[in-house]
């Protein structure tokens, strides 16, 4: 039993006609010039702040409600990934959380607007500002850049561990140039899957537990974070078998759902529709359990979109 525990396998692995398995390549180097330095540089910057900031919050505030908080880390930070974009950048657009009013009508239109310009960068300073705020170590940047429409950039920094997950469009997803790779779990019995639950709790806390009650009995366990792009950096390193959460905006998830496709996952709605950007109810999974996911969700009348 121990071994068989013990021999969980990423997907790469499963392919023995894959004899360009991308852990035994050489380690992958970004371009010093690139989007894809640039949104490393920030991250890694702003990864190195907020973790000298934790327990030294000042100012703590809330946004929609008591449980959606903010801080002047949050905002500070946003300020600095700004100016570290546009100094490369100067044309570019910025999606940035603490730079949208709460609230869905205010992020639709910010997205619409954003999404006119070709470069459109889309910036969580802290995802898990919950965790940031009590010293739960759980937290990270999230940096993507859309590109026409096209997610072309994902990168998340969790300064606790010092990880930087990498993804470019074509060209796969790295932790510190190792390649990541979901998981090739296909039992949902032995399946482990993330979620969450963001503030809301009139719409998405009802459908996130129903979920849950549908969902956690059928496999080996759930973890919840509080970060969903950790979450999602997790998915594709295989470090979960998958993650679904209702209630999402796009910068809890441009940057993860890149890293999970670069790695051979699979991200779409709760429907089972293709991801886009301004998808907010998120299933992500290894591919093998995604399925099982989508359809627990829809038996359970847990999709967010009341169908
Ligand atoms: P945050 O820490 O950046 O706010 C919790 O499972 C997830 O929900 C986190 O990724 C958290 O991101 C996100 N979240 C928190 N407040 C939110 C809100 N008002 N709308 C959507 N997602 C939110
Ligand atoms: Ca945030």
């Not at 360009?20 to 992958?28: C, F, G, K, S, V």
């Not at 997610?151 to 300064?159: E, M, N, R, S």
Request: glycine share 10%; charged share 20%.
């Amino acid at each position: 039993m121990w071994k068989q525990l013990c021999s969980r396998k990423r997907s790469e692995d499963m392919n023995p006609t894959n004899s360009d398995n991308r852990n035994d390549r050489e380690p992958y180097v970004v371009t010093s010039k690139g989007h894809t330095a640039a949104a490393i540089n920030a991250a890694a910057k702003a990864g190195e702040w907020i973790k000298n900031r934790q327990g030294h919050v000042k100012e703590l505030g809330s946004k929609t409600s008591a449980q959606d908080l903010v801080t002047e880390v949050d905002k500070g930070v946003e300020q600095m990934i700004r100016r570290l974009i546009l100094t490369h950048y100067p044309d570019h657009a910025i999606l940035g959380e603490e730079s949208v009013q709460p609230g869905a009508d205010a992020l639709t239109a910010a997205l619409e607007e954003g999404q006119k310009h070709d470069y459109l960068w889309i910036v969580d300073p802290i995802d898990g500002t919950t965790n940031f705020v009590h010293g739960f170590p759980f937290y990270c940047v999230s940096i993507a850049l859309v590109v026409k429409g096209e997610l072309t950039v994902g990168v998340i920094y969790d300064p606790i561990r010092d990880e930087m997950f990498v993804a470019e469009k074509g060209k796969g997803a790295y932790m510190h140039g190792i390649p990541t790779s979901v998981s090739a779990e296909a039992d949902p019995g032995s399946s482990l899957v993330a979620m969450g639950f963001p503030p809301d709790r009139t719409f998405a806390q009802p459908a996130n537990m129903a979920g849950l009650q549908q969902i956690l009995p059928q496999i080996r366990g759930v973890r919840a974070g509080g970060s969903a792009a950790l979450h999602l950096a997790y998915v594709a390193a295989g470090r979960v078998d998958g993650y679904w959460e209702v209630g999402l905006s796009p910068w809890d998830c441009a940057a993860g759902v890149l890293l999970v496709l670069e790695s051979g996952g699979k991200v779409t709605d709760t429907l089972g529709n293709p991801y886009d950007i301004g998808t907010r109810h998120v299933v992500a999974s290894n591919g093998r359990i995604h399925d099982f996911l989508v359809a627990s969700l829809g038996e359970a009348k847990a999709t967010g979109y009341n169908k």
